[in-house]
């Protein structure tokens, strides 16, 4: 299952989300939404998790928790919504 994650510091790496995330179970992908014109991350990010089940906790846990000094929110990603 895909999840969206909203208003992350942009110095966070994909590593740096891959961490977190692993706490809740096998992490498939994970990528940094990047703003088109600066290639700089915009704050937003895609995790994939092997499970649904493991994606579910990761929502209850992770949603409006503070990570880098920031609020993030934590959903399942809308449909279309990715990366290339």
Do not use: C, W
């Not at 590593?15 to 290639?39: C, N, P, S």
């Not at 609020?71 to 290339?84: C, D, E, H, K, N």
């Amino acid at each position: 299952m895909r999840l969206y994650i909203d208003n992350i510091p942009t110095a966070v790496t994909r590593d740096d989300l891959r961490a977190m995330f692993e706490h809740f179970g096998t992490v498939q992908m994970v990528g940094i939404l990047k703003d088109r014109h600066t290639g700089m991350s915009n704050g937003h990010g895609i995790v994939e998790m092997a499970s649904a089940i493991d994606a579910e906790i990761a929502i209850t846990r992770l949603h409006y928790t503070q990570y880098g000094g920031r609020t993030i929110s934590v959903s399942r990603a809308p449909a279309g919504r990715g990366l290339p």
